[in-house]
């Protein structure tokens, strides 16, 4: 069992930054973010693999988003910059040890954080 517990959401404007936190209670093979809006499919956002810390971004957010993993503290990080109203979404920290699948899959993932709330508005 992994339990993962997210942090950092909230409102801001457009342009603003934010960086969410997942802390995670084991290291495992990699671990993600998706976000979700309402009546919408889960969507892969971002990941990190070990060994290597290969690092996949979403074309939605590729050169506005970053994934960071910081293991001496156990926590994931997205530092999310020059945020838009279409990044309005509940964000979810996801991690796995088999991984099987594609990065953005959610059957890659086994452990799943509650969410955290971002409301970017214009």
């Known amino acids: 069992q992994v339990d993962l517990v997210e942090s950092g959401g909230g409102s801001v404007q457009a342009g603003a930054s934010l960086r969410l936190s997942c802390k995670y209670s084991?290291?495992?093979?990699?671990m993600a973010w998706f976000r979700q809006v309402p009546g919408e499919e889960r969507e892969g956002v971002a990941s990190?693999?070990?060994?290597?810390?290969?690092?996949y971004i979403s074309d939605s957010v590729q050169g506005r988003f970053t994934i960071i993993q910081d293991r001496s503290s156990e926590t994931l990080y997205l530092q999310m910059n020059s945020l838009k109203p279409e990044d309005t979404a509940m964000y979810y920290c996801?991690?796995?040890?088999?991984?099987?699948?594609?990065?953005?899959?959610?059957?890659?993932?086994?452990?799943w954080g509650q969410g955290t709330q971002v409301t970017v508005s214009s």
């Open positions: 996801a991690a796995g040890f088999q991984c099987r699948g594609t990065w953005a899959q959610r059957r890659t993932y086994t452990y």
């Open positions: 084991a290291r495992t093979y990699c």
């Open positions: 990190v693999t070990t060994p290597g810390d290969k690092t």
